[in-house]
């Protein structure tokens, strides 16, 4: 064994022994050092990060304008409790800018968990209910609230999370739960919520929580005019609509929100991870009626809005202007696209979806049936990984490989990475004859532009 691999094996060996058993192990990798969409381990081997985090590091690793920013203010301020400081007012002033409220607030959390865990109480305080409706699917996060609201079974087994909670269908067009074909299915998923409201709850919901696209359940995209319907739904029983934009917020999707798709404005928006590009933060933003009644010392968060996290939010939000991040987005959704078109001939491929840089690949054991196929993305994101290529896997049934890159990532870069990925890919599996090679999956569902 070299003098690195020792180290590896060291480390791992350590937190295999200090840390909860908990926690997840992508590969055995020990990282050493990252820059922009490269990311070396303690041995000497580069990767090509197609990750970021799970949407985290949306601007690259050590973006130099957040890194300089958080320099800097690491000389002169680095914690002060609830005490104002320049960064917190002026950061809040930037954001409301990019959100949908003729007159909004925002509230300073420290992360996604606590953030959705606030926006819950929130809604129960303004509202006096205290019931909500969530989706199949969804993660929302680990908190006590943010896992009663996660719908996949194997996050919540082994607690007894206390909410009350009714869990709908989400969209998923390509299960599609009810056996129906969008469009002829004239949105019959949306229904469901009605009937949960009408025969599930005692009366008393307070919100509707919901990831306005899902990405850890497998890059699922609602149709065109799901959302529409379902807000009309709860507008008509006073129901307030959250949006977890934590995974598809600033520019992942192609807009700068993932709500933006659709023509619906959510009460409340949860925001975290891409926020400050890897420094930990989360924001609770609503209408300032929701946020206006709280009184003082009602509810705050020691390290919310703290100075260092606020730096890094304001570089943030001043690189997303400053270098198009939006438009360069749209412009890595074109290239995800083409690449991955090919591959809708695999035998091993169902389905192909996304938006933006945020994009799934469904592998499937039979097209005709559909039978997910985690093995066959265990082995692939493994040959992924030895050729240098690091990847998320997703979806309830662990069958889809996620493609997140960096939206600063070198667009050169991008399509090497991204021949190689479709390469590996295609050794798994055949392709089919007697359909033309651009075809997508004809259940491929694309939302209004």
């Known amino acids: 064994m070299s003098k690195r691999a020792a180290v590896t094996s060291q480390i791992m060996d ?16 020990v990282w050493d050092q990252a820059a922009g969409s490269k990311v070396w381990d303690v041995e000497g081997n580069e990767y090509i990060d197609l990750t970021c985090g799970i949407c985290v590091t949306s601007l690259g690793h050590c973006h130099p304008r957040v890194t300089s920013a958080v320099s800097r203010q ?19 002033q930037r954001l409301l800018d990019t959100l949908p409220f ?3 607030r925002v509230l300073f959390k420290s992360t996604g968990g606590e953030a959705i865990d606030t926006s819950m109480l929130l809604a129960q305080f303004e509202t006096g209910r205290n019931e909500f409706i969530a989706y199949h699917g969804a993660f929302h996060g680990a908190t006590f609230g943010a896992l009663a609201l996660t719908g996949e079974r194997k996050y919540k087994e082994g607690y007894f999370l206390g909410q009350r909670v009714h869990f709908v269908p989400y969209p998923y067009c390509y299960r599609c739960p009810l056996g129906q074909s969008f469009p002829g299915c004239d949105l019959r998923c949306a229904d469901l919520v009605a009937h949960a409201i009408e025969y599930a709850s005692t009366g008393s919901i307070a919100a509707l929580v919901a990831e306005p696209m899902q990405s850890s359940a497998g890059v699922i995209i609602p149709p065109a005019g799901y959302w529409t319907r379902v807000r009309e739904i709860l507008d008509q029983h006073d129901i307030l609509l959250i949006f977890d934009e934590i995974q598809t917020g600033f520019a992942r999707t192609g807009r700068f929100y993932g709500f933006e ?11 975290s991870k891409a926020i400050a590009n890897g420094l930990p933060m989360s924001v609770v933003a609503a209408r300032s009626d929701l946020l206006a009644h709280w009184g003082p010392d009602a509810h705050s968060s020691t390290f919310g809005g703290n100075p260092l996290a606020c730096a890094a939010g304001l570089a943030v939000l001043d690189t997303i202007a400053s270098e198009d991040i939006v438009g360069r987005s749209q412009e890595i959704e074109r290239i995800i696209q083409d690449h991955l078109r090919p591959l809708a001939n695999l035998s091993s491929v169902g389905d192909i979806r996304g938006l933006g840089a945020l994009w799934g690949v469904e592998f499937v054991s039979d097209r005709a049936t559909r039978e997910p196929a985690p093995t066959t993305v265990a082995e692939i994101r493994q040959d992924l990984q030895e050729a240098g290529i690091l990847t998320v896997n997703g979806g309830v049934h662990g069958n889809m490989i996620r493609v997140l890159p960096a939206l600063t990532i070198d667009f050169d870069l991008l399509h090497q990475t991204l021949t190689t990925f479709t390469s590996i890919v295609g050794e798994h599996g055949e392709y089919r004859i007697g359909r033309d090679e651009g075809d997508m999956p004809d259940a491929e569902i694309r939302v209004p532009a």
């Open 14 to 29: 350590i937190e295999g022994e200090v840390l909860s058993t908990s926690l997840g192990s992508y590969f055995p990798i």
């Open 74 to 92: 690491l000389q002169d301020l680095v914690f002060c409790y609830e005490f104002p400081h320049p960064n917190r007012s002026r950061y809040a």
């Open 102 to 104: 003729d007159e909004g």
């Open 261 to 271: 798709h659709y023509s619906v404005v959510p009460d409340i928006i949860v925001l």
